[in-house]
């Protein structure tokens, strides 16, 4: 069974600019997430989504952070102007029952 | 209000056991895991806990206290390789997951 898929894995910008992120679950699996991880911290939740629909947002920066997953299936992470904070990792993950399969992650470079 | 708390760091010598403590307090509760994620790569699932008690898979232990919102992770017969950060999670009503900041473990020869 192929695992979750993310793009790029690195990537370097500089402050104020607009980068994406993708992400293809594990096929059947519904629920999908998108997270922070900042060096040294917990993985944070930006976005979760049960099949096309949001089910929690709470955390996203809505104001530079957006995502969509329009059929269902992959989805895409955006920043637009991106700020020096947002260097991190962003780990996509999905879900069926109990537990979450992670995707190897994008490493952002916010310079 | 949901927090989380974990030990920063650990170290411990090849061959022993080290225990990792895990508090929560959160506005739901569904489960208990626990995840390894060595340096750069994603987390990988460990162990799941829902009821009181101790779950063994291993060399590695989970044990959960409901009532006192306290978990633990027992890793035996260190091993070089067990070097790694370990995310305890809290499940939220099965809906999301909240993470600790992780206890980063040094295992030295």
């Known amino acids: 069974e192929a695992g979750v898929a993310q793009s790029p894995r690195y990537k370097i910008i500089e402050k104020r600019q607009s980068v994406a992120f993708w992400c293809n679950p594990i096929?059947?699996?519904?629920?999908l997430y998108w997270y922070q991880q900042i060096l040294g911290q917990g993985p944070k939740l930006l976005i979760q989504?049960?099949?096309?629909?949001?089910?929690?947002d709470s955390q996203l920066p809505k104001d530079r952070f957006s995502a969509e997953r329009l059929k269902g299936v992959d989805s895409t992470l955006k920043i637009q102007p991106a700020k020096l904070e947002d260097s991190a990792v962003y780990l996509c993950?999905?879900?069926?029952?109990?537990?979450?399969?992670f995707g190897p992650g994008t490493r952002l470079t916010v310079t | 209000g949901q927090n989380i708390d974990q030990p920063t760091e650990m170290t411990a010598t090849e061959g022993a056991i080290v225990q990792i403590n895990c508090t929560y307090q959160?506005?739901?509760?569904?489960?208990l895991f626990w995840y390894q994620q060595h340096a750069g790569e994603a987390p990988t699932f460990l162990s799941y806990?829902?009821?009181?008690g101790l779950e063994e898979k291993g060399r590695f232990s989970s044990f959960l206290s409901r009532s006192k919102g306290y978990s633990y992770l027992l890793l035996k017969e260190l091993q070089m390789k067990d070097s790694a950060s370990y995310l305890c999670?809290?499940?939220?009503?099965?809906?999301?997951?909240?993470f600790g900041p992780g206890t980063r473990l040094s295992v030295l020869p």
């Open positions: 993950a999905s879900r069926i029952e109990r537990e979450q399969y």
């Open positions: 096929s059947g699996h519904a629920t």
């Open positions: 989504f049960q099949n096309n629909g949001v089910v929690d």
């Open positions: 959160t506005s739901g509760f569904n489960g």
């Open positions: 806990n829902v009821l009181d």
């Open positions: 999670a809290v499940d939220n009503y099965g809906q999301n997951f909240v």
